[in-house]
């Protein structure tokens, strides 16, 4: 079985540019979710879908940061503009429902600049 | 709300040695728990997971962690550490239910390195 896939891997930029990572879950998983991880620290949840709906977006920077889902399946997060304390690792997770164990990629590590 | 902490940032041992990763955590709700491993450069990895039953939960590497309700803790241990060992690794909870169903929150994060 595949597990979740992430790309770029590798992603430097200067402020105020944007940037767009993508993330296509393990097949048939309902829940999809972005995590920023940033050095040091655990990861934090930034948002939560179930299929292609909203469920939890409580920790995203609105005013920068914007996701979806495209159809249920793969998701994009951009961040537009960035900020040096974006740089971070961008993980992406699945699980077949809400509860259920998370699988995560291999995320996207950002460097601003 | 759930917190988890991790007790120690880094735990430096020598190989063949056991150890323990501590983790406590807080919540209003019952919860699950979990341990993830993070090799350099990797996203995170399941080691292994408490949902019910047996309070005693084996993962893969060797690993196995024990639910301790009362003292409201997760620890994980390995009798024998490898080099191979070296890692990340962040001990997790997630409510069974309330408010905040599906929401998986994360400790600080435990820096396990094997000297040979």
């Known amino acids: 079985e595949a597990g979740v896939a992430q790309s770029p891997r590798y992603k430097i930029i200067e402020k105020r540019q944007s940037v767009a990572f993508w993330c296509n879950p393990i097949?048939?998983?309902?829940?999809l979710y972005w995590y920023q991880q940033i050095l040091g620290q655990g990861p934090k949840l930034l948002i939560q879908?179930?299929?292609?709906?909203?469920?939890?977006d409580s920790q995203l920077p609105k005013d920068r940061f914007s996701a979806e889902r495209l159809k249920g399946v793969d998701s994009t997060l951009k961040i537009q503009p960035a900020k040096l304390e974006d740089s971070a690792v961008y993980l992406c997770?699945?699980?077949?429902?809400?509860?259920?164990?998370?699988?995560f990629g291999p995320g996207t590590r950002l460097t601003v600049l | 709300a759930q917190s988890v902490t991790q007790l120690d940032s880094q735990v430096p041992v020598f190989e063949e040695a056991p150890v323990e990763l501590r983790c406590n955590y807080s919540?209003?709700?019952?919860?699950?728990l979990f341990w993830y491993v993070q090799y350099p450069n990797q996203g995170l990895q399941l080691l292994l997971k408490?949902?019910?039953?047996?309070?005693l939960v084996k993962g893969i590497n060797g690993f196995e962690a024990e639910f301790n309700k009362s003292q409201t803790s997760f620890h994980l241990r390995k009798p024998s550490v490898h080099i191979s060992d070296t890692a990340e690794y962040f001990c997790?909870?997630?409510?069974?239910?309330?408010?905040?169903?599906?929401?998986?929150?994360f400790g600080q994060g435990t820096i396990l390195t094997v000297h040979p």
């Open positions: 997790a909870v997630i409510p069974a239910g309330g408010t905040s169903y599906g929401k998986l929150t």
């Open positions: 097949s048939g998983h309902a829940t």
């Open positions: 408490y949902l019910s039953g047996s309070t």
């Open positions: 997770a699945s699980s077949l429902t809400l509860s259920d164990t998370q699988y």
């Open positions: 919540s209003s709700v019952s919860v699950y």
């Open positions: 879908f179930q299929n292609n709906g909203v469920v939890d």
